[in-house]
């Protein structure tokens, strides 16, 4: 599976950005998109997921700002509002499937997100 991200730039505090994450096969066959975030410095962490069932999760630092969706093909979105200097990190995408062996992790190559004046 080949996970692409988009979307990223760079935005005044308070504002929105919109990122995707197109999936080479179907989102539904994915048990559980995610995405994460690292700053400099930081380890990465979770922001929020969605099961192929349609529940969604969020970190607490983003709840109430952040959004995750999915149209009805390939695509997850991840839509930040309010945005803070301290949001400002690398978004990436993963995906989990699961697989006769176990769990099989894939990941995007991550976009920059960058939170300023």
């Known amino acids: 599976v080949q996970l692409v991200e988009s979307g990223g730039g760079l935005v005044q505090p308070g504002g929105s950005l919109r990122l995707s994450c197109h999936a080479s096969?179907?989102?539904?066959?994915?048990?559980?998109m995610d995405w994460y975030r690292q700053a400099p410095g930081q380890q990465r962490e979770l922001v929020g997921g969605i099961t192929n069932r349609g529940a969604t999760n969020y970190a607490d630092p983003v709840k109430g700002r952040f959004t995750i969706s999915r149209d009805n093909a390939n695509t997850v979105y991840l839509q930040m509002n309010s945005l803070k200097p301290e949001d400002t990190a690398v978004y990436y995408c993963?995906?989990?499937?699961?697989?006769?062996?176990?769990?099989?992790?894939?990941w995007g190559q991550g976009t920059q997100v960058t939170v300023s004046l």
């Open positions: 993963h995906a989990l499937l699961s697989s006769p062996s176990g769990w099989d992790n894939y």
């Open positions: 096969e179907s989102i539904f066959k994915l048990n559980v």
